[in-house]
């Protein structure tokens, strides 16, 4: 990956690697980009600021490149996720796709569907966040509490959330609406035109 000019990133704590990051060269809204397909940090290191660091460091990569972008994917019913991508980092939500990766089979995400928020972080740290239209209307949306427990829980219950946070979101996203937050308490910040 690096060799072909993608950014490849590792986090050690001595000689045990507990965080990585990959991402190779793409496009967004016809500018250049890094895609960023994978950022993890070991179990037990989350909110350390670690994760954090990692993407920081990604993001000065990509700007000594004149990358103006970074993109990337995440489960919208994940909170964590939700949180840190658009309240800690300030990535600006594109667009939702319904079960992009198709059933993922791992321990994580359990058979559900693999819908994601497409998301786009400018490199730039003075670029503004999405702004609200005049004439909109803000609208939230909960999201479950831990829908990793869930999955493995109560299945049938994980898949009522999926398919009415893809409705709720997803559907209003399609139509035009803008994600302009993310609450403590899990739910997404809409603004959306009358």
């Given at each position: 990956?690096?060799?072909?000019?993608?950014c490849?990133?590792g986090?050690y704590?001595?000689d045990?690697?507990?965080g990585?990051?990959f991402?190779?060269l793409?496009r967004h809204?016809g500018?250049?980009?890094l895609h960023?397909?994978?950022t993890?940090?070991?179990p037990?290191l989350q909110?350390s600021?670690?994760?954090?660091?990692i993407k920081?460091?990604?993001?000065d990569w990509?700007?000594?490149?004149?990358?103006?972008w970074i993109t990337?994917?995440?489960d919208?019913?994940?909170?964590r996720?939700a949180w840190?991508?658009?309240?800690v980092?300030?990535?600006?939500?594109?667009e939702?796709?319904?079960?992009f990766y198709?059933s993922m089979?791992?321990?994580?995400?359990?058979?559900?569907?693999?819908?994601?928020l497409?998301?786009?972080w400018?490199?730039?740290?003075?670029?503004?966040?999405?702004?609200a239209?005049?004439?909109s209307?803000?609208v939230?949306?909960?999201?479950p509490v831990?829908?990793v427990v869930?999955?493995r829980t109560?299945?049938?219950?994980?898949?009522?959330w999926r398919?009415?946070?893809?409705?709720?979101?997803?559907?209003r996203?399609?139509?035009g609406?803008?994600?302009t937050g993310f609450?403590r308490?899990g739910r997404?910040?809409?603004q959306?035109v009358?």
């Open positions: 990956m690096g060799h072909s000019g993608g490849v990133a986090a704590d001595q045990r690697l507990v990585a990051s991402g190779f793409a809204h500018e250049p980009a960023s397909h994978l993890g940090i070991v037990g909110h600021g670690l994760g954090r660091s920081f460091h990604q993001r990509a700007a000594e490149r004149d990358l103006v990337w994917t995440f919208p019913i994940v909170r996720n840190f991508n658009i309240e980092l300030g990535a600006h939500v594109s939702y796709l319904v079960d198709g089979a791992d321990s994580i995400n359990a058979h559900d569907e693999s819908d994601r497409f998301v786009a400018p490199t730039d740290p003075a670029a503004p966040r999405p702004a239209p005049d004439d209307t803000t939230h949306v909960d999201t831990d829908i869930l999955r109560d299945p049938a219950e994980a898949m009522e398919r009415r946070v893809r409705k709720e979101l997803g559907e996203i399609d139509a609406a803008i994600v609450t308490e997404y910040v809409l959306v009358a």
